[in-house]
C-alpha cells in the first residue's frame, strides 16, 4: 500500500478497504484495530490530498447493511471511520455509480437500523437519486421498478427518511429541536447537517424533490406526495415552490376516501402525541413523540382531511386528538375546525360513517362540545 503510487492506488483500495472495514467490525485484539485504524488513516490523508483517488464507496456502504453490525462491539467505531470515507468518496463516484449504490440501498433499506443508520444511508443516496432524474427515462423507469419489485416495508422506510430530512429547515440545522420531528431523530440528523449552510441543504432539498418529481404517482402516488407536502412549509422559496408543484401534481392521484394507508399517515404527521390508549399502535398509525408541529403543516393536513369520507372507526381516535391538540395550540384553529367538523371529518353526514356510527347524529355534538 505505502509504495503503491496514487495513480494505481485505486485497484488495490477496491479489494483492500472492504476487508479491512469487515475486520473492523469483527476484530477484538486492541493491538490489532490499531494496525487497521493505521491503514484507514494512511488511505484517508492520501484521499484527501489526491481527488483523482477513487474510494469503493459503495462496498463501504454495503458493510452498514450486515447482520453483524448491530452486535459488534466496535460498532461505534466502524460508523464514525465509514462515514468519513463515504463523505469523500461518495462525491467522487461516477453519475452510474452514485445511482447504482442509491438504488442498492433503496431496495436494501429496511434491513437498516432506525435512526443513525438510516440517516446516513439517505443522504448517502441524495446524490444518486439526482442522477436518476438528471437521466430521467432511463434511470427512472428502473427505479420504478425497483419500488416495485421492493418490499414495501424497505420502500415505505427510505421515503419516511425522505419525509424527516425535508421536515428540517434549511436554516435551521443547529436548532435545538425541529417541528414535526422527534427529539431523537433531530439529534441524529443534528449530527450530520450541522456543518451544512442554508444554501446547501436547499440544493440537497431540491435534488430530493425533483428526484420524488420524477416518479410521477406510482411508487404509489402518497409515497411521493407526504415528503413534498412537509417541504411545501419551508421558508426558502425555491425548495416551496417546488414541493407545492409536486403536491398540486399529485393531488387528484390521492385517494382520501379509501387509502387508510395515506390517512394515518397523514393524520399522523399533524400529531405530537398518541391518542390514549393508542401508545402501541404500528404501521401507519404509529405516532412518534414530538415537541411541536409546524402550525403551517399542521393546517394543510387538517385541509386535506376535509376531503376524506374514509375516516372510519379504526381512524376516528386519532382525528378526534389531531382535533383536540389544535384547538390547545391555536384558537383560531379551534373556531375554523367547529365551522368545518360537520362536513370535514364527514362523523355526521358520510356514509361511511352512517353505516360504521348509526347514532353519529347525536354522537357529534357531545363529542364536539367536550373538545371545546
Keep these: 500500500l505505502i509504495c503503491a503510487d496514487d495513480d494505481k492506488l485505486g485497484p488495490i483500495l477496491a479489494k483492500l478497504l472492504p476487508l479491512v472495514f469487515d475486520e473492523l467490525l469483527s476484530q477484538t485484539d486492541s493491538t490489532l484495530r490499531a494496525k487497521l485504524v493505521n491503514i484507514l488513516n494512511h488511505v484517508l490523508t492520501r484521499a484527501k490530498g489526491n481527488t483523482a ?20 462491539p466496535n460498532g461505534p467505531f466502524f460508523r464514525n471511520l465509514s462515514i468519513i470515507f463515504l463523505d469523500v468518496g461518495i462525491p467522487r463516484l461516477q453519475p452510474q455509480e452514485q445511482i447504482d449504490l442509491a438504488l442498492y440501498s433503496l431496495e436494501n433499506f429496511g434491513k437498516l437500523l432506525p435512526g443513525l443508520d438510516r440517516i446516513v444511508v439517505f443522504l448517502s443516496c441524495i446524490p444518486g437519486l439526482g442522477q436518476i432524474s438528471e437521466l430521467r427515462k432511463e434511470q427512472v423507469t428502473r427505479c420504478l421498478a425497483l419500488l416495485k419489485s421492493s418490499s414495501y416495508d424497505s420502500v415505505a422506510a427510505f421515503f419516511q427518511s425522505a419525509v424527516e430530512f425535508l421536515l428540517i429547515p434549511c436554516g435551521a440545522t443547529e436548532a435545538a ?45 402518497f409515497l411521493v406526495y407526504l415528503p413534498s407536502l412537509v417541504a411545501s412549509v419551508e421558508n426558502y422559496d425555491a425548495v416551496s415552490n417546488m414541493a407545492e408543484s ?17 390517512l394515518g399517515r397523514l393524520i399522523c ?26 402550525a403551517k403543516l399542521r393546517h394543510k393536513v387538517l385541509v386535506l382531511l376535509q ?26 384553529a379551534h373556531e375554523n375546525i367547529m365551522v368545518a367538523a360537520p362536513t370535514s371529518f364527514i362523523i355526521v353526514s358520510s356514509p361511511i360513517t352512517s353505516f360504521f356510527f348509526p347514532n353519529a347524529q347525536q354522537r357529534v355534538p357531545f363529542i364536539f362540545r367536550g373538545l371545546g
Aim: glycine share 8%; hydrophobic share 40%; aromatic share 4%.
Design 53 to 72: 483517488i477513487n474510494l469503493p464507496a459503495q462496498s463501504i456502504l454495503e458493510r452498514w447493511f450486515a447482520p453483524g453490525l448491530a452486535t459488534s
Design 177 to 221: 429541536s425541529v417541528g414535526g420531528l422527534p427529539s431523537a431523530s433531530w439529534s441524529h440528523w443534528k449530527s450530520r447537517l450541522k456543518s451544512k449552510a442554508a444554501a446547501e441543504m436547499v440544493g440537497l432539498k431540491c435534488t430530493v424533490l425533483r428526484w420524488l418529481s420524477s416518479l410521477g404517482a406510482e411508487p404509489p402516488a
Design 307 to 332: 376531503r376524506s369520507r374514509g375516516i372510519g372507526p379504526s381512524l376516528v381516535a386519532h382525528v378526534v386528538h389531531l382535533i383536540r391538540q389544535s384547538l390547545r395550540e391555536n384558537e383560531q
Design 246 to 262: 409536486n403536491c398540486k401534481r399529485l393531488d387528484l392521484e390521492l385517494d382520501m376516501d379509501n387509502d387508510l394507508d395515506l
Design 269 to 294: 404527521l399533524g400529531l405530537t402525541s398518541a391518542p390514549p390508549g393508542q401508545e402501541d399502535a404500528s404501521g401507519p398509525l404509529k405516532v412518534e413523540t414530538k415537541v411541536s408541529v409546524p
